[in-house]
C-alpha cells in the first residue's frame, strides 16, 4: 500500500511517499517559496538506497496549486516508485488544527471540510494552507482516499482543568479559547515507540516526552494518553523556541502598547518571530548558539540557559501531574542532537531518579537509545521523530 503523506504550509509543501508494506521511503521532497520569484522542488528517490536519485528543479511556483503539480510530475517521472497515480492508495494530510471537532485522524468529505474551515480563526495562517492543498490532492488523486491528520488531536484526551484559561466561561463557549497542544503526532508516535522499547503496554505506562525542534513542547502522557502539554491554543506558550517566547506575563501586551507604541500585530510578530531564543542572543540556531558559546558570547550562553531552565522547571512540573514517571524521551532537531541541552535539562534532577549516562549522551541520536545511567530509576531515551512515518502509520489504521 503506497502512501503520500502531504503537509502543506504556507509558502512550502512537504511530501513523502511510503511503501506501507514495508515502511520503506520512495520518495521524499519538498517545494519550498511559493509565491516568491524563484520557487524550487527537492526531491530524493529512495533515500539510503544503492539507487538513490536526487532531482532538483528551479522554476516560478505561483501558488500551492502549482506546487503540487510539480510533485506529481516529479513523482511520475521515475516509473519505479509509481507506474500509475492509481497506485497511490492513500493520501495524509497533516492539519494543524482541528480544534475540539477532531480526536482522530479523519477520512476527508465535504462535510469535514467544512468543520476544518470552521476552525480557521484559530489557526488563521495554517489551516488555509492545508485546506488548499487537500482541495488539489483530492483533484490529483481522485482515486486516492484522503485522510486529514491533525496536530492537536492526540491531546484532546487533556482534562478540562489542565485546558482551561482562567477567563471568563463565555469565551471559551462562544470563541472556543482554551488550551489544544500541537506537536501531537510527534508526541504519541515518540511515546508509542518508548511503551516498545522500554516494554510496557501503551496504556500502562507514564511519560515525559519533549518535542524540542525550531518549534517546541512536552507532553505528560499518562496510560497513553496526553493528560497535559506545554502548547496552548496557539503554537507559542510553554517553552522557549527557536523565535518564540513561550510563556511571559499577558501584561506584558499592555506594556507594549501603553509605553513602545506598538500594535496587536506587531505584538504578535514579536512572539512569534522575534523572540525565543533569537530575541534573547540574535540567533535561533542551537548550533550556532553553541558556536558563539564557545568564542565568549554572553547572551547566547543566557538563550541557553533561559531554554534549559524553562525546560526543567516544566520537567518538574510534569512530574507532579503524572506522580509515577517510567520514562523521559527527547525528540526533534535539538533534542535528538544536542547531549549539552539534555544535560542542562536535566540537570540536578538525581533526587527524583533521573539520570543521565554522561557518556551514551554525548552523542546525536539517529535511532532509538536509551541515555539514561543504569540506576536511573525513570528510563531517559533519545528518539527521532517521524512525523512522515507516523501520519501514514495513522492513515493506514483509519484505512483498515
Ligand atoms: P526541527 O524543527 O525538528 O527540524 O529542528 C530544527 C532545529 O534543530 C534547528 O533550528 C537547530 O536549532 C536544531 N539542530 C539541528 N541539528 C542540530 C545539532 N546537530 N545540534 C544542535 N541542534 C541542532
Known amino acids: 500500500?503506497?502512501?503520500?503523506?502531504?503537509?502543506?504550509?504556507?509558502?512550502?509543501?512537504?511530501?513523502?511517499?511510503?511503501?506501507?508494506?514495508?515502511?520503506?521511503?520512495?520518495?521524499?521532497?519538498?517545494?519550498?517559496?511559493?509565491?516568491?520569484?524563484?520557487?524550487v522542488l527537492k526531491c530524493v528517490f529512495t533515500p539510503g538506497a544503492d539507487d538513490e536519485k536526487e532531482?532538483?528543479?528551479?522554476?516560478?511556483?505561483?501558488?500551492?496549486?502549482?506546487?503540487?503539480?510539480?510533485?506529481?510530475?516529479?513523482?511520475?517521472?521515475?516509473?519505479?516508485?509509481i507506474s500509475d497515480y492509481t497506485d497511490i492508495a492513500a493520501v495524509g494530510h497533516r492539519v494543524v488544527h482541528g480544534g475540539e471537532d477532531f480526536q482522530q485522524?479523519?477520512?476527508?468529505?465535504?462535510?469535514m471540510m467544512e468543520v476544518v474551515k470552521k476552525n480557521i480563526?484559530?489557526?488563521?495562517?495554517?489551516?488555509?494552507?492545508?485546506?488548499?492543498?487537500?482541495r488539489v490532492a483530492q483533484e490529483l488523486f481522485p482515486t486516492a482516499s484522503q485522510v486529514a491528520v491533525f496536530d492537536t488531536a492526540f491531546h484532546q484526551?487533556?482534562?478540562?482543568?489542565?485546558?482551561?484559561?482562567?477567563?471568563?466561561?463565555?469565551?471559551?463557549?462562544?470563541?472556543?479559547?482554551?488550551r489544544y497542544g500541537f506537536h501531537g503526532t510527534s508526541h504519541k508516535f515518540v511515546a508509542s515507540e518508548c511503551a516498545r522499547l522500554i516494554g510496557k503496554p501503551l496504556n500502562k505506562i507514564n511519560l515525559i516526552t519533549i518535542h524540542l525542534g525550531n518549534g517546541c513542547s512536552m507532553a505528560a502522557i499518562k496510560n497513553g494518553?496526553?493528560?497535559?502539554?506545554?502548547?496552548?491554543?496557539?503554537?507559542?506558550?510553554?517553552?522557549?523556541?527557536?523565535?518564540?517566547?513561550?510563556?511571559?506575563?499577558?501584561?506584558?501586551?499592555?506594556?507594549?502598547?501603553?509605553?513602545?507604541?506598538?500594535?496587536?500585530?506587531?505584538?504578535?510578530?514579536?512572539?512569534n518571530k522575534e523572540s525565543g531564543l533569537k530575541g534573547l542572543c540574535g540567533l535561533n540556531d542551537m548550533r550556532d548558539i553553541h558556536a558563539a558559546i564557545e568564542a565568549g558570547d554572553k547572551r547566547a550562553e543566557l538563550a541557553l540557559e533561559v531554554q534549559t531552565y524553562r525546560n526543567r522547571k516544566y520537567i518538574g512540573a510534569f512530574m507532579a501531574v503524572l506522580g509515577r514517571v517510567d520514562g523521559i524521551v527527547f525528540t526533534a532537531g535539538i533534542g535528538e542532537n544536542d547531549p549539552i541541552v539534555r544535560q542542562k535539562s536535566l540537570e540536578g534532577l538525581g533526587c527524583f531518579g533521573i539520570e543521565l549516562d554522561p557518556v551514551v549522551n554525548n552523542q546525536r541520536v539517529k535511532e532509538p537509545v536509551r541515555l539514561s545511567a543504569e540506576k536511573s530509576k525513570v528510563q531517559i531515551w533519545g528518539i527521532p521523530t517521524n512525523e512522515e512515518l507516523a501520519i501514514a502509520r495513522e492513515v493506514k489504521s483509519v484505512l483498515e
Open 1 to 39: 500500500m503506497k502512501i503520500l503523506v502531504i503537509n502543506s504550509g504556507s509558502s512550502s509543501i512537504k511530501f513523502q511517499l511510503l511503501d506501507m508494506n514495508d515502511e520503506s521511503i520512495l520518495a521524499t521532497g519538498l517545494v519550498e517559496r511559493i509565491g516568491e520569484p524563484q520557487g
Open 55 to 81: 532531482v532538483e528543479e528551479k522554476r516560478i511556483v505561483t501558488d500551492h496549486r502549482a506546487g503540487m503539480h510539480m510533485i506529481v510530475e516529479c513523482l511520475g517521472s521515475d516509473s519505479d516508485v
Open 105 to 111: 485522524p479523519t477520512i476527508i468529505t465535504d462535510e
Open 121 to 134: 480563526p484559530l489557526a488563521p495562517l495554517h489551516n488555509p494552507a492545508n485546506i488548499d492543498g487537500i
Open 157 to 178: 484526551t487533556i482534562p478540562a482543568y489542565a485546558y482551561h484559561y482562567a477567563l471568563p466561561y463565555n469565551l471559551y463557549e462562544q470563541q472556543h479559547i482554551r
Open 225 to 271: 494518553e496526553s493528560v497535559d502539554t506545554t502548547l496552548g491554543m496557539t503554537p507559542l506558550e510553554g517553552l522557549v523556541m527557536g523565535t518564540r517566547s513561550g510563556d511571559v506575563d499577558p501584561a506584558i501586551h499592555a506594556f507594549l502598547v501603553r509605553n513602545c507604541n506598538m500594535s496587536i500585530g506587531d505584538i504578535d510578530n514579536l512572539l
